[in-house]
């Protein structure tokens, strides 16, 4: 499996992005496509997930609200709609695809990521 993110830039603060992550290859064991970002001397941290059934999973608190995950099943691309940016968002935003929901438990798959840089 092969996963393309696109859709990062530089925004101003109270912007918006949509991020795009084209699958391909095997998706059959693929049951959960997510998204997470890694800050500058930070950890990554998961931000949302969705699953193969379209249930969605958000995680701070901080981006509930801002953040919306979505996907086109037909193309095999998930999308992660950003809303009201600010400075503290400016990270590489990577995408996930695996079979289990945690990182690191069965056959798993990391996107290049896609940087986003907010400016206030």
């Known amino acids: 499996v092969q996963l393309q993110a696109s859709g990062g830039g530089s925004v101003q603060a109270g912007g918006s992005l949509t991020l795009s992550c084209a699958a391909s290859?095997?998706?059959?064991?693929?049951?959960?496509m997510g998204w997470y970002r890694q800050a500058p001397g930070k950890q990554r941290e998961f931000i949302a997930l969705?699953?193969?059934?379209?249930?969605?999973?958000y995680g701070a608190d901080d981006v509930k609200g801002r953040f919306t995950i979505s996907r086109n099943s037909a193309e095999n691309t998930t999308y992660l709609q950003i809303e009201d940016l600010k400075p503290e968002d400016t990270a590489v935003y990577y995408c996930?695809?695996?079979?289990?929901?945690?990182?690191?438990?069965?056959?798993?798959?990391w996107g290049e990521g896609t940087l986003v840089t907010v400016s206030s």
């Open positions: 290859g095997n998706m059959i064991h693929i049951n959960f």
């Open positions: 969705i699953s193969r059934g379209g249930v969605t999973y």
């Open positions: 996930h695809a695996g079979m289990s929901a945690t990182p690191g438990i069965g056959p798993e798959y």
